[in-house]
């Protein structure tokens, strides 16, 4: 019996431990400012990191498995102010420009294969987010942008590389100046990498294993 116990505990830590492998959730924080006013947008997204191309071009339409989170709060702008989740967006833009990213670093300033990333100049890259309820367009950065359909709050869009415009693109536009993984331990994922059940089955083995020890040693006293 406890040969078996043994094998099943240690068939599901080795689960536990591939699952956890593949499983590798990078947080970054970023901050959007207007240089012309006080509107900001500070944040952070999480992506999927083996989902996520490094170098390449990514643009992901929400939901997806690659974005994991994404909470953005904007103040000191004449109408946008607010705080906005995943559920605000429907994409996000993650291009290196062909340059291979150090997320180990600020990426805001490191090379690429054309320019600098974050230079908003549409040819370093980019990074962005698009409001949910926009009209969709042929052109990612129109000249003219659709008013909203009225759905959701007035969530910040993207009007041009690297830059956020606040309530849906239409008033203050916010340039990236920051983007970074946090400083000190990871936190953990906010779910685990492995399913509930395997895991209270886990839990169940452990409670066996430790009440068939009780009932070893009381029958020997």
Excluded: C, H
Excluded at 28 to 35: E, K, S, V
Excluded at 40 to 57: H, K, M, R, W, Y
Excluded at 117 to 124: F, K, R
């Amino acid at each position: 019996m406890i040969r078996i116990l043994r094998q099943t505990l240690f068939a599901l830590g080795l689960a536990f431990a591939n699952t956890s492998a593949f499983a590798a959730p990078v947080t970054f924080n970023f901050t959007f400012d207007d240089p012309a006013s006080t509107a900001q947008a500070v944040g952070s997204i999480t992506f999927e990191d083996t989902l996520l191309a490094n170098p390449g071009a990514n643009d992901f339409l929400l939901p997806n498995p690659a974005v994991l989170a994404l909470d953005v709060t904007v103040t000191g702008s004449a109408a946008g102010d607010g705080t906005f989740t995943i559920t605000d967006f429907e994409e996000v833009v993650f291009d290196t420009d062909g340059g291979t990213l150090n997320f180990g670093a600020n990426l805001v300033g490191q090379p690429t294969s054309d320019s600098i990333w974050g230079t908003p100049d549409g040819a370093s890259g980019d990074f962005n987010l698009f409001a949910a309820g926009l009209p969709d367009g042929a052109e990612r950065y129109p000249q003219s942008r659709p008013a909203p359909n009225g759905k959701g709050p007035n969530t910040p869009s993207g009007v041009f590389y690297f830059t956020l415009g606040a309530n849906f693109g239409f008033d203050e536009p916010m340039v990236l100046t920051g983007m970074s993984v946090p400083a000190g331990p990871v936190a953990p994922p906010a779910t685990l990498p492995i399913g509930r059940e395997a895991m209270l089955l886990l839990a169940g083995m452990l409670g066996l294993v430790a009440a068939f020890a009780i009932r070893r040693r009381k029958l020997r006293a």
